[in-house]
């Protein structure tokens, strides 16, 4: 939800909507937009307003033209859909995608800022047998560095609280 509470993003798999939505709760069917499209190479999984409402962080699952390298990148942009930012790319194991069984794996992806706005923090699979680690990294992409590495662990659901 943005922070004033007028606009709510959101990642959608549908097929009449589907990939990173903008909408606009008071106003029914007709408040939904799509921001960001799947294509092919590129899904839209999770999204998430700035704490000021000026930017929407997205977490995009990348696939190559061949199927056998895949990663998570984490991108910004406005509100609009426009002025996208590449901020990190994390290479996954495709073994945690198979093993997870896909459509598990796509909502165990997440994304949140800091109450300050000046960093991200999001999970990815970076090991096989499902395991998903914290990573961070700063809002204008520099930074990245992996936040938990234990081995037998997995972090889901990520909040960053004030």
């Known amino acids: 939800m943005s922070p004033d509470g ?10 009449k909507t589907s990939g990173i939505l903008k909408i606009e709760p008071y106003m029914g069917k007709s408040g939904v937009s799509v921001l960001l499209p799947n294509t092919i190479t590129e899904e839209p999984i999770a999204s998430v307003f700035s704490p000021d409402g000026t930017k929407i962080a997205f977490a995009i699952h990348e696939i190559d033209s061949l199927g ?11 509100p609009d859909g426009t002025n996208h930012t590449p901020l990190a790319r ?3 194991s495709n ?7 896909y459509p598990r794996f796509m909502s165990r992806v997440s ?6 706005g000046k960093k991200l923090l999001f999970n ?8 998903y680690h914290l990573m961070a990294v700063n809002a204008d992409g520099s930074g990245l560095i992996q936040v938990t590495d234990e081995m037998n662990a ?3 659901y990520v909040s960053w609280g004030r």
Do not use: F, H
């Open 6 to 15: 007028q606009l709510v993003c959101a990642s959608s798999g549908g097929t």
């Open 68 to 78: 056998d390298q895949r990663a998570i990148w984490i991108k910004s942009m406005d």
């Open 90 to 92: 994390v290479k996954i």
């Open 95 to 101: 073994e945690a995608i198979i093993y997870s069984l």
């Open 111 to 116: 994304l949140c800022w800091s109450p300050d």
């Open 124 to 131: 990815v699979p970076t090991e096989q047998n499902d395991r």
């Open 154 to 156: 997995s972090d889901y």
